[in-house]
């Protein structure tokens, strides 16, 4: 039986892709992990021992990705209909790597996606303080602190994500067919998978289980009727697939506020 769909996730060895691999095999759909250490490859075939879809590891580096014709050019060789981004330079190597990872090289895959026909979801995990104004749902104590925290102490990360997102935003709604999906996780730990808060969240801190942001990926690239936005998310009471439900039926979107809104 031909695969539901085709995934195409990349930063694969990262923790939440590791955890959302299995996930996407079990629904029997094919993934194409990109990862960038040959070494990692045998570790990493097994994550699709005994599941119904196909896991095939790819040994490419994003940081060589330098145009949207490069990443189109992997696109059009993988052929997948869904792309998640879940891959960063993690403060690790030379500052200029959170640049030309985590803002050049998630820009020409998101553009090079939106070209492409075919793609019709494109998640990207990024996080919550990842914003250029308040949004009405937060007090200006909570912005202010937000702000601190995002352009002091993380201020490439800050701008490196604040611009891939805006891009995905803007790229995704010009095709009615395309859903750009920003997810945006808190401090991220290792607790399991829980219950979540998601959408427009009252508070701007707070942890996020990676277990947690793999599920909802899946059940938001599941998700029949999601469309183009960005969705906070936080560990709370919902039930993850309550919170995707709700959030899709209601149309939340917390790029509201936004100056490309
Ligand atoms: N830290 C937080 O609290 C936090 C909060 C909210 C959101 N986030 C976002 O969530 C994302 C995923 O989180 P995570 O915990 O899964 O991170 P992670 O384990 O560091 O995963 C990032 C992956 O990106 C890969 N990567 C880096 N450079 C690459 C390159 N040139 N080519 C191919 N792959 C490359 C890394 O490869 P290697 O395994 O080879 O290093 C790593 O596997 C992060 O990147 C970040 O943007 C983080």
Known sequence: MASLHNVLLLGG?????????????QRSW???????????????????DGLGGKLNVLVRSLEEVTSDAQAKSLIDEVKPDYVVW???????????????IDRDAAIHFIRASVATPSVTK??????????????????????QQQLATS?????????????????LYVEGKKRPDFAGIC????????EPVGK?????????????????????TALLLDAPNVKNSWLDMLDGDEDPEAAVKRCVEEGVDCAEGEPFF
Do not use: C
Request: charged share 20%; glycine share 10%; aromatic share 6%.
């Open 196 to 216: 979540v808060g998601l959408g427009k969240l009252p508070v701007a801190s707070g942890t996020s289980s990676r277990a947690s942001v793999a599920h909802l």
């Open 13 to 25: 060895n990262g923790k939440i892709a590791q955890l959302l691999t299995p996930l996407l095999l």
């Open 30 to 48: 094919n993934v194409t992990s990109i990862i960038r250490d040959p070494a990692q490859v045998a570790n990493l075939q097994k994550l699709g």
């Open 183 to 190: 997810l945006r996780p808190g401090r991220l730990t290792t």
């Open 151 to 167: 352009r002091k102490a993380l201020q490439r990360y800050y701008e490196a994500k604040v611009a891939a997102d805006e891009v």
């Open 122 to 143: 494109f998640v990207m995990i990024s996080f919550l303080g990842s914003r250029l104004a308040r949004p009405a749902w937060w007090s200006e104590e909570i912005w």
């Open 86 to 100: 879940s891959a960063g330079a993690g403060g690790k190597g030379a500052p200029e790597r959170t640049y030309k």
